[in-house]
């Protein structure tokens, strides 16, 4: 949950401020949701809004009801006169709360719905953004787009909204009937508004300010404990724990003050408000009390005279006022928080997509007596390049796994080249190897390949097609990629391995498993293949979740694989052991392996040592033994790789 | 466990008292309030002079002052005691791991640890606000206005007795139905959130195997699955409002039909106008004090999880402790397991480490070689007594583990730990967690032992650079040498290295150990390592298979008696020896 308390973006004057479309952008949105819903709702609430606030005016005809028959105790002709008021009342308040059900109800679902379809909108958005976004922005960032801005969304269109509006018409409303029943005293409330609304802006920022320096300091406070947490067996070790409370005395003392500060002004706004408003009631009763006194001719709407019908319901209405205004009040944090959620959503939702404007694809062939290939629907094993040409003619090339850089560049930025003039052969069944420190761009070229990014110079060929020509899922569904650092997936180890290829069978699973020497260890585990990983296989080794990575990659059977130290945190004994499976994996594969242990790539067909960019030596271990070059040193120790 | 927690309010206390005392006084001057103002009211129908208006005014606004007063003092009481507790609560959650032994830390994963520090102590601290301050309001608001209604309205009020129980039953169904209902829609979502960073971290995964549309669908169905769920939740939750509005309703024609025939009748005796007008005041306040405590009820329902968890921590025992009387002298670095078995809790059915007989003479040099799960690591962490032994006995400098102080023990055995860790900070701030006032000297010559003074000084701010959180900026074979540097300055008995050169390379790794052998010889070493290299020239080395001493020996011994030992040297070596044979 680290994510969660991620600092406001802080605008002009240290708010959090969202850009000025979002609001439109949002209202539009949801309205494109629930067209019928929506409105219904609003209708709804609307309508609940009014109805709530008439009933002054029912107050006031009851008492004028009640002020002609009490000095007489004639209940009995008061009594259809109340009755018949009160009666239109029932229907009213049978309306209002026939709407009270609907909206709520409504918004219940619009709510829930909306953020369901955001989220779902923004996952979709996220598994069409090239490996680029994720290798530019922070994971906890991207995380905190469906934890913290979703959340935050919530309380704006479930509460903020609604309350809004509710609040807007009330006062809107209550101030009708004020001025319907007299306008002096109305103006006497105006007065009240005016003091609250400063005070308000006065204590609220203040409030806002200090919630962004508690955001600043939770964040370095969570920064601090995570750091040591993890760390936490290693100052065990250096017997460090006094200096370490210490420390966090320091950062948590700081994160006390602010809170301290942010909850004080965030708790007093709400007394100084309801007391401003006891205040106002005061001065509300003493002016009426002044104005019958005084017999002042009353200016109103209605041309009722003022009397002791009229104040009753005022002091009434002066408390509704001033309650809604405090509602208001409450909800400016949480709009203001909202809106800037509702900005990173969209921010999110309109990055750009990875692009794909390849037309060749791959499709299952049968091969026919004269050698060539014929496309088909069913699974053949046998696979082939479909080809449409701009004279309307198809070809139809074999996937042999035959991969041919030509004078590549790239550069993650257009400043700053790190591939030079990469040429590379990897013929149908090759064993390629890099070597190289970290950093030399090993990884970087496997990345070229699939696709991750695109090359700034130069030719990849791919089956003699340029692979700009060929859809990217095709192509990399012709590639068998297994990383360093391996992921697993929440699921049984099962559903891992068959996550190459999602119709494989449980025996092709098993069987591959078996290949990639992963299963043994499989079965030993409580449940063997049905048992259940998460935490990206916490329980497991990394040695034994690289196993499983290479089985997964098995499984899906393709032509080229890329070993990306794939066998690094199996220790050499195992890997020696693991070494047979893995043969028969690559054989009859074009096989790029990038590793820093030299015993995984000694029996490489060709290996390319890389520095800084570029390749410097390239040949058979052998060859480049007798060499005596970098990887001569290499191999004799007198480099440090990593 | 509210016991356990509420140990870390202390000096909070007096915060956490006066907050409620406040609060009920400003209950009571708003209960006073409309009470007072119904009086007026009649005065004013009555057509009293202005002098009586101003009075009652005057008596009001001071009275309004005061629940000012009151208010802001509670509020800004309730933050302090609030923000205060949290507060204490981390520290003693913190204090409290810091003295953890390996096993306790074992036990709860660090990143539990962190949510206990952190998102739970956030939802106490909202749960002890409203505590203090909320659930003390509604209750005595609730009274408070049950009596000045029946005081001042008489039978009228007795609408109340109808009323009230409607939306107190109306509330708890409410809560009832919808509280295990949003348990487990968390715990769903939850699911969702982790299925989500999986894929962000995995994505290099998902989109190598073409696998986008299948984790959409996957996540899409997920997803509805809590959004259903949500909405089901949400929309018994809606009919709190619709609840509150019946019964307000109700109230309001109620009074206003027995109101007014009570005041009619009465000719204003029992019931007046003014009395009227804030009966409904009342029926306000009485119906929010409902709403509220029903929230309150359900905050706390939902942060007694947090509470839960957080006792754990500051419940849990340190299952180390130091001797009554420790030991501060350590003699010398000789090592002797006699009889060793281990294993990581009483539950575990198998042993880490059975029946170990090792002995190390001071001064030795020891490599450990053994494959992934040999418990190479469990062996040496039981040396500087990170665990304790299940049975048997490990003894350092001829006395038990046991029988030194930890601290002594622990500097004169320094462990250099596989899962290292720097901390952010400057090269020097990272290097003093081996010796506090280690000089400049120092430093530099500790990593001049370790070979870590070429790469520092190359980088522009030498020994002052900035080491990001983790060691971000430095390479893995860099981190490793900083944190060899780090232990050695130490200056142990003992130095214990735990497959802390495997991003080094072959030559470097060879220097350190010369330097080690040159310029600390009268220190033990053991040096657990994957490659045969780094331990090739060691005094003795221990081949390590299963948790038991498979052979031990020097490398020409083991090479001639020892199965395992030659297997990895050839998976090391092929090539070169093999080839030949």
Known sequence: MKHNMRPPKGGPGGRPMAKKGTMKRLVKMLFSFYPVMLPVALFCVIFNAVVSSVPSLFMQNVISVIEKYWKVGDWASAKPEILSIVGVLVIFYILSLASGVIYNQLMAIITQGTLQKLRCKMFDKMQDLPIKYFDTHNHGDIMSHYTNDIDTLRQLVSQSVPQLIISAITIITVFSIMLYFSVWMALVVVIGIVAMTMVTKKVGGNSSKYFIRQQQAVGKTEGFIEEMMNGQKVVKVFCREEECKNEFDLVNDQLFEDAEKANKYANILMPILGNIGNVLYVIVALAGGALMTFNVPNLSISGIAMGISIVVPFLNMTKQFCGNIGQVSNQINSIVMGLAGADRIFELIDEQPETDEGYVTLVNARENADGTLTECSERTNVWAWKHPHGDGTTTYTRLMGDVRLNQVDFGYTDEKIVLHDITIFAEPGQKVAFVGATGAGKTTITNLINRFYDIADGKIRYDGININKIKKADLRRSLGIVLQDTNLFTGTVMDNIRYGRLDASDEECKAAAKLAGAHDFITRLPDGYNTELSGNGANLSQGQRQLLAIARAAVADPPVMILDEATSSIDTRTEAIVQKGMDALMHGRTVFVIAHRLSTVKNSDVIMVLENGRIIEKGSHEKLIADKGKYYQLYTGAFELE | ?581
């Open chain 2, 1 to 581: 466990m509210i016991k356990t927690l509420a140990k870390s309010i202390r000096e909070y206390k007096k915060a956490s008292i006066l907050t409620p005392i406040f609060v009920s006084g400003e209950v009571v001057l708003e209960c006073i309030i409309p009470f007072i103002i119904a009086n007026l009211v009649n005065e004013i129908k009555a057509g009293c002079d202005m002098k009586t208006i101003a009075g009652y005014g005057a008596v009001l606004v001071l009275m309004a002052f005061g629940s000012l007063a009151c208010g802001v003092a509670s509020g800004s009481q309730c933050a302090t005691a609030s923000c205060g507790f949290a507060k204490n609560l981390r520290k003693d959650m913190f204090y409290k791991i810091q003295g953890f032994s390996f096993e306790n830390i074992d036990k709860f994963s660090t990143s539990s640890l962190v949510t206990r520090l952190t998102t739970d102590v956030m939802n106490i601290q909202m749960a002890y606000m409203m505590i203090i301050r909320i659930a003390v309001r509604c209750p005595l608001m609730l009274i408070f206005s049950f009596v000045m209604a029946f005081i001042m309205g008489g039978k009228t009020a007795m609408v109340f007795l109808f009323v009230v129980p409607v939306l107190g039953i109306g509330l708890a169904l409410i809560i009832k139905t919808v509280m295990p209902l949003f348990r487990r829609v968390f715990k769903k979502y939850d699911n969702i959130n982790n299925s989500v960073q999986e894929n962000i971290k995995g994505m290099r995964v998902v989109k190598s195997y073409v696998r986008e549309d299948y984790e959409k669908a996957k996540f899409k169905k997920a997803a509805d699955e809590v959004c259903a769920d949500f909405t089901k939740a949400e929309r018994i939750i809606a009919l709190n409002n619709p609840l509150m509005q019946f019964c307000m309703y109700t109230v309001m024609i109620c009074v206003m039909v027995f109101g007014s025939q009570a005041v009619v009748t009465s000719l204003g005796v029992d019931l007046d106008v003014g009395q009227l007008s804030s009966l409904l005041t009342y029926s306000f306040q009485i119906l929010m004090s409902l709403m509220m405590v029903s929230m309150i009820f359900v905050m706390m329902t939902m942060s007694a999880e947090s509470a839960h968890r957080i006792a754990e921590v500051l419940t849990e025992e340190s299952t180390l402790h130091n001797p009554e009387k420790p030991e501060f002298d350590v003699k010398d670095g000789s090592v002797d397991f006699d009889g060793v078995s281990f294993r990581y809790s009483e539950k575990a059915e198998r042993f880490a480490l059975e029946n170990i007989d090792l002995h190390i003479k001071s001064g030795e040099t020891v490599g450990i070689i053994g494959g992934t799960g040999s418990s190479k690591s469990s062996l040496i962490q039981l040396i500087s007594r990170l665990y304790d032994v299940s049975a048997g006995s490990v003894k350092v400098g001829g006395r038990d583990v046991r029988e030194y102080d930890i601290e002594t023990l622990r500097n004169q055995v320094a462990v250099v730990l596989q899962k290292n860790v720097l901390f952010s900070g400057t090269i020097k701030d990272n290097l003093r967690w081996g010796n506090k006032d280690a000089t400049d000297e120092q430093m530099i010559e500790a990593c001049r032992l370790a070979c870590a003074d070429e790469f520092i000084e190359k980088f522009p701010d030498k020994y002052d650079t900035y080491i990001e959180q983790g060691g971000a900026n430095v390479s893995g074979g860099q981190k490793q040498r900083l944190c060899i540097a780090r232990a050695l300055l130490k200056r142990p008995k003992i130095l214990i290295l735990d497959d802390s050169t495997s991003a080094v390379d072959t030559k470097t790794d060879a220097l350190i150990r010369k330097a080690f052998k040159e310029f600390i010889p009268e220190t033990t070493k053991i040096i657990i390592a994957q490659r045969i290299s780094s331990v090739q020239d060691a005094d003795k080395i221990v081949v390590l298979d299963g948790g038991k001493i498979n052979g031990v020996g020097t490398h020409e011994e083991l090479m001639k008696s020892n199965e395992i030992y030659r297997e990895v040297y050839f998976s090391q070596n092929k090539g070169g020896d093999a080839d030949e044979a």
